[in-house]
């Protein structure tokens, strides 16, 4: 059974880096999927930041892709988030996902198959 | 403002059926893109619903269906019980601004 869990700092400073990783167990993340990460501002819906597939290729959401880098590290089997010069506004609960998205045909099915209960993030001064 | 629509809060009494909506638009929904469904309870991990539209993971009851016209989406839950009062998301995919998964608001569902 797939689980994943993240971990990093609960408290962030304005402007600086906030940085999680997403441990993974029950797969090999270099085995195929991607991964990727969700996050939930207090009282508000979920938005998605991006993920990175097992061939390396990114996707990042549009309005986050300017600060956002997603990697992996297979060998721990794990994968990580970068989202730099962040304000209150990126205070929320992080999730990371096991995604499957397959193109072969119309519509394409991109969806999250697994998550991880969350941590939350507070930025502040 | 979530680019996929639905009602804040829906209710029902146990072994009542109820129906949440997924309100998109011609970028989304409207454009062929399927809908995904998630119920999560606060201090868990989210859990995949439905996907393809209606179609259920190995693991969660019949009770729960899912369908799909024109521009929406709908979760219909049968024979409500009160485990099911989480919050319900819908997700699917929107063509603009160079492509992105997208979520519904979210509808809390209380079992009266």
């Known amino acids: 059974q797939v689980q994943l869990r993240e971990s990093g700092p609960g408290l962030v400073k304005t402007s600086e880096t906030l940085s999680l990783t997403c441990g993974v167990s029950g797969y090999s993340i270099s085995s195929g999927y991607c991964w990727g990460w969700v996050r939930q501002p207090p009282g508000k819906g979920l938005e998605w930041i991006g993920d990175?597939?097992?061939?390396?290729?990114?996707y990042y959401s549009p309005s986050l892709k300017s600060r956002v880098t997603i990697s992996a590290d297979t060998s721990k089997n794990h994968f990580s988030l970068r989202l730099s010069s962040v304000t209150a506004a990126d205070t929320a609960v992080y999730y990371c996902s096991r995604l499957l998205r397959y193109f072969a045909y119309f519509p394409p099915a991109e969806y999250f198959q697994h998550w991880g209960r969350g941590t939350l993030v507070t930025v502040s001064s | 403002q979530s680019v996929l629509t639905q009602p804040p809060s829906v209710s029902g009494a146990p072994g009542q059926r109820v129906t949440i909506s997924c309100t998109g638009s011609?970028?989304?929904?409207?454009?062929?893109?399927?809908v995904y469904w998630y119920q999560h309870l606060p201090g868990t991990a989210p859990k995949l619903l439905l996907y393809?539209?209606?179609n259920r993971p190995s693991g969660v009851p019949d009770r729960f269906s899912g369908t799909k016209s024109g521009t929406s989406a709908s979760l219909a839950i049968t024979g409500l019980q009160a485990e099911d009062e989480a919050y319900y998301y819908c997700?699917?995919?929107?063509?603009?601004?160079?492509?992105?998964?997208?979520f519904g608001g979210g509808t809390k569902l209380t079992v009266l």
């Open positions: 990175i597939c097992q061939s390396g290729t990114t």
């Open positions: 011609s970028s989304n929904i409207g454009a062929g893109y399927d």
């Open positions: 393809g539209n209606s």
């Open positions: 997700q699917s995919y929107d063509t603009s601004l160079s492509g992105s998964l997208v």
